[in-house]
């Protein structure tokens, strides 16, 4: 007899490890898939540098507004940003266009925290489109530091906004956060 009750505690035991195990497993994996956004991957797939369309004066070079845009468009952010962060301190009515293509030229440099300043700066100074654009902006940078619960709530608000430049993709990525 006390053999019967050794084999059926034993079994018993076995079949509660085997179930904590498999309780383990799931809860492991779900975790997993549930945290495996790729941030980086998906700022690379999403970002495009914003176009940057400021100069009034065509082809002026002593217009430093011009050779900063000039510079921006041709890659060369490290003279396109202390031109716009010049103007963004002295021309306020022109803030958000500024600030997203200083932001830009930031993001571009791997310079998120900074790039994320400016971009608030946008959404809270800037007219409706550039507070979109500066929200989508700031959602991908985020996306980039791993930051994928507020990228998230970025994306769901641009996607739900017919009126938000980025709409069509925030739809998308929202899929695929």
Same mark, same amino acid.
Do not use: F
């Given at each position: 007899m006390a053999k019967k009750e050794n084999s059926a505690s034993w079994n018993i035991r076995t079949i509660l490890l085997a179930v904590i195990a498999g309780l383990l497993l799931v809860t492991l994996i779900f975790k997993n898939f549930k945290g495996s956004v790729d941030g980086v991957a998906l700022y690379q797939e999403y970002f495009q540098k914003y176009p940057l369309n400021l100069s009034k004066d065509a082809a002026n070079p002593n217009n430093r507004i011009y050779t900063a845009e000039t510079a921006y468009n041709e890659g060369k952010y490290d003279i396109a940003l202390p031109i716009l962060e010049s103007f963004i301190r002295?021309?306020?009515?022109?803030?958000? /266009?500024?600030?997203?293509? &200083?932001?830009?030229?930031?993001?571009?440099?791997? @310079?998120?925290?900074? &790039?994320?300043?400016?971009?608030?700066? =946008?959404?809270? *100074?800037?007219?409706?489109?550039?507070?979109?654009? &500066? !929200?989508?902006? /700031? &959602?991908?940078?985020?996306?980039?530091? *791993? @930051? =994928?619960?507020?990228? /998230?709530?970025? =994306?769901?608000?641009?996607? =739900?906004?017919?009126?938000?430049?980025?709409?069509?993709?925030? !739809?998308?990525?929202? /899929? !695929?956060?």
């Open positions: 002295t021309q306020g009515n022109v803030r958000g /266009k500024l600030g997203l293509g &200083a932001a830009c030229c930031l993001l571009e440099t791997g @310079k998120d925290a900074e &790039a994320i300043a400016h971009l608030d700066q =946008v959404m809270e *100074n800037g007219l409706g489109g550039e507070k979109t654009q &500066a !929200k989508w902006y /700031k &959602a991908l940078a985020l996306l980039r530091q *791993n @930051k =994928v619960e507020p990228a /998230k709530e970025l =994306v769901r608000q641009l996607s =739900v906004d017919i009126y938000a430049v980025h709409h069509e993709q925030a !739809k998308e990525l929202i /899929k !695929k956060l």
